[in-house]
């Protein structure tokens, strides 16, 4: 079974300013690209050559396994994007945030800056 490459569910530019269309051309289009043709590649000839993604990820090594899981991780990765959503939260959210935190914008300061203090504190 041929591996192919899932198009993204989205347009390249869909997550700007956050992700650009040329990293998600890049990252998409030629890295995750490059898992599926080297998987590709390795599995003619194998038990794997008529095998489904999660079949090798499952019972392959090495080579086969490695590109077999990058694929489904990227594939799985961009599948989980999308565009922002500048909606407001459902009513029952809405008023639970307010009851905590005051406001919507109040909820975002304390979200922020509680985050930015965990990944200071990692030291990546």
């Not at 945030?97 to 985050?115: H, L, P, R, V």
Request: aromatic letters at 10%.
């Amino acid at each position: 079974m041929k591996i192919e490459l899932p198009a993204l569910p989205y347009e390249l530019n869909a997550l700007e300013p956050s992700i650009s269309a040329k990293t998600l051309e890049f990252h998409h289009g030629k890295h995750h690209q490059a898992y599926v043709t080297n998987l590709n590649s390795l599995i003619p000839g194998t038990k794997f050559e008529n095998a489904s993604l999660e079949t090798m990820i499952k019972e392959a090594d090495g080579p086969i396994f490695n590109n077999a899981a990058q694929v489904w991780n990227h594939t799985f990765y961009f599948a989980s994007l999308k565009q922002a959503n500048t909606s407001e939260p459902a009513k029952q959210v809405a008023e639970a945030i307010k009851s905590s935190f005051g406001s919507q914008k109040e909820f975002k300061d304390t979200f922020i800056k509680a985050n930015s203090s965990v990944i200071t504190s990692v030291n990546i």
